[in-house]
């Protein structure tokens, strides 16, 4: 087939960039208000007065970027009851930081957003967080159904590698060998100081797992993805998780864990032999849960340089979106974020964050 008959890739083409940085950064102040009165209501004609619930067409302060309502003469900006309601920066700025944010594959770092944009480090981690948070609070709820890939990924706890590298010898290995089969103790090294680290940071090792509903058309991919944070991958963790967030009788495909085996007394449960193939035969596989860890390890290496335990949870919802987003046009991706942005509320994580108001604690599945 040549090149003309197959066509261009979606995600090449003109049609997904139907709004970019570059758009949002040829509009005036005035235009991005009004971009934003539309994100939330829709269109200027149905805006909803906070104080008296009145719909209508307000009236338009533009020297105090406002809106009054034509009811109750209420003043009011487009970000009233949100994260940012209590925002300073400029709409055209805070439009351009929500492109940016939406046109990166593999998620923006604060550094880069504060230097393209020319704000404070402190202002593009609070603004990075706070979409964050409003992905977390108003993730998809509906039930996973059909075809559905379980898998789990460590993160956080990675042990470093210590200035010198120590061998094994052959003749410890025999002395080790030898004690163990007279029953005496084993002598071993002291540990060093980078080991005696290392097992403190693997405290901190974290399991992500992921759930990804399968298109029921071949070559489409995942349509639904959720996620969850554990400690360890067993079987009270995958039996809480499938209960909870995939319908009955549902097919189920995960790897060899044992961990697994029990969803068999609820699902269609069928698994694959990793050390021997990818996929088997009959098309069982993991291969829509395997590339979200591989978008998601780019990212803690390549962007963010590392994960927090604290904050994994956000950073896995946030891929968890970009998954489901991923076939979708930078307005249509835009629209999803603000209306998630709008319908959050406000801030309880990130409000006051610089002055010592920090979250308290994880969201590791409770079993």
Request: charged share 30%; aromatic share 10%.
């Amino acid at each position: 087939m040549d090149k003309e008959s197959r066509g261009q890739h979606f995600l090449l083409s003109a049609k997904l960039r139907d709004f970019t940085l570059w758009h949002a950064a040829n509009l005036t102040e005035e235009e991005a208000f009004w971009k934003f009165v539309d994100f939330r209501w829709g269109c200027r004609e149905q805006v909803i007065c906070p104080s008296c619930g009145g719909i209508g067409s307000p009236f338009a302060r533009m020297t105090r970027k406002q809106l009054r309502c034509r009811h109750c003469d209420h003043h009011f900006s487009p970000f009233v009851n949100s994260p940012f309601a209590d925002r300073k920066m400029e709409f055209k700025k805070l439009l351009m930081a929500l492109c940016l944010y939406v046109g990166s594959a593999k998620g923006v770092p604060a550094l880069q957003m504060c230097r393209l944009l020319d704000m404070q480090d402190k202002t593009a981690t609070v603004l990075t967080g706070k979409l964050r948070e409003c992905l977390i609070h108003e993730m998809d709820t509906d039930i996973l159904t059909g075809v559905i890939e379980i898998d789990g990924g460590h993160f956080c706890g990675k042990p470093r590698k210590g200035r010198i590298r120590f061998k094994t010898r052959s003749e410890d290995v025999a002395a080790a060998l030898d004690a163990k089969l007279k029953g005496e103790p084993i002598k071993r090294k002291p540990r060093s100081k980078a080991e005696a680290r290392n097992w403190a940071r693997r405290k901190l090792k974290r399991l992500v797992m992921v759930l990804r509903q399968i298109h029921p058309e071949k070559g489409n991919g995942a349509t639904r993805t959720r996620v969850a944070i554990a400690y360890t991958e067993n079987e009270r963790v995958a039996t809480r998780l499938a209960r909870i967030l995939v319908e009955p009788g549902s097919t189920i495909m995960t790897d060899e864990n044992a961990a697994y085996n029990v969803l068999s007394s609820w699902y269609d449960h069928h698994t694959v032999e990793h050390s021997v193939e990818f996929s088997t035969v009959d098309g069982v596989n993991e291969n829509q849960a395997e590339s979200f860890f591989s978008r998601m390890r780019r990212a803690e290496y390549g962007v963010f340089h590392g994960y927090r335990p604290k904050y994994l949870m956000d950073y896995a919802q946030e891929f968890a979106w970009r998954e489901d987003v991923r076939r979708a046009t930078e307005l249509d991706k835009l629209n999803d974020l603000t209306k998630r942005m709008f319908d959050s509320g406000t801030s309880h994580w990130w409000r006051g964050y610089w002055q010592g108001h920090h979250r308290q604690g994880e969201f590791p599945v409770q079993t």
